[in-house]
């Protein structure tokens, strides 16, 4: 996560990276029930410790653990060219088993650009 945050942070323009501690903050998820206007929960389908729990789990059998690396961007443009540097970034770590995009299925509100891998 450290490469694609420094690479996010020094190729691209416009885009702020959302890792505590490296890059921002993010607290959504459960507290963002509080808020009217975004809903956000925990998604359960990429929780590594419910994964041979729940039947629509998403985690591979072999992963330990999942992260969310959301990126804040000005506009799709810029969002793009930052999905692409994290995604090559991530190719180049030894142990990322997979890389995907779930959908937010409308809990966060009227965001137009939600993008997670």
């Known amino acids: 996560m450290e490469v694609a945050t420094e690479r996010v942070i020094n190729e691209t323009e416009f ?34 410790s419910l994964k041979s729990i729940v039947p629509d789990s998403k985690v591979p059998k072999e992963a330990r653990s999942a992260f969310e690396f959301p990126l804040v961007g000005l506009d799709s443009r810029n969002l793009k060219v930052a999905m692409f540097v994290a995604l090559e970034a991530f190719s180049t770590v030894p142990g990322v088993l997979e890389v995907t995009a779930p959908k937010s299925e409308g809990c966060w509100g009227t965001k137009k650009y939600i993008c997670m891998i």
């Open 15 to 48: 885009v702020g990276v959302f890792c505590y501690p490296l890059g921002g903050l993010t607290g959504a998820k459960v507290g963002g029930i509080n808020y009217k206007n975004v809903r956000a929960t925990v998604n359960h389908k990429y929780c590594p």
